[in-house]
């Protein structure tokens, strides 16, 4: 079993920026691809961004790219989400995601094992 962690949501303003956590363990590997998604109240998740064990694969949503930046350390085995220029419409649970495999998906029925997710509000 992998546990999933997530930590650094809260109410930022527009144009903001605010920084994610994730934390795996268990029996997490360095190995795994991670990945963050994201739930707005109605909506269906919907994937934002991840990244392979080595940090040389990273894929972004299109509504994020140049905005965020996925990074991991797997010494610790975690993942950060950096999120600048924030708009209200990035409102929404954010939730990281750990899939046992090297190989990144963008669907998240790929993934095998899911935090619990952190709120972030983006007040315009």
């Known amino acids: 079993q992998v546990h999933v962690v997530e930590s650094g949501g809260g109410l930022v303003q527009a144009g903001g920026s605010l920084t994610l956590s994730c934390a795996a363990s268990g029996r997490a590997s360095s190995w795994y691809a991670m990945g963050w998604f994201r739930q707005a109240a109605g909506k269906e998740r919907e994937f934002v961004a991840a990244?392979?064990?080595?940090?040389?694969?990273?894929s972004y949503a299109d509504s994020v790219k140049g905005r965020f930046t996925i990074s991991r350390d797997n010494a610790k085995i975690t993942v950060l989400l950096q999120m600048s220029s924030l708009k209200p419409e990035d409102t929404g649970i954010y939730y990281c995601a750990v899939r046992t495999s090297v190989i990144v998906e963008t669907s998240p029925t790929m993934y095998n094992y899911w935090g619990q997710g952190t709120q972030v509000t983006v007040s315009s």
């Open positions: 990244i392979n064990w080595s940090g040389g694969t990273i």
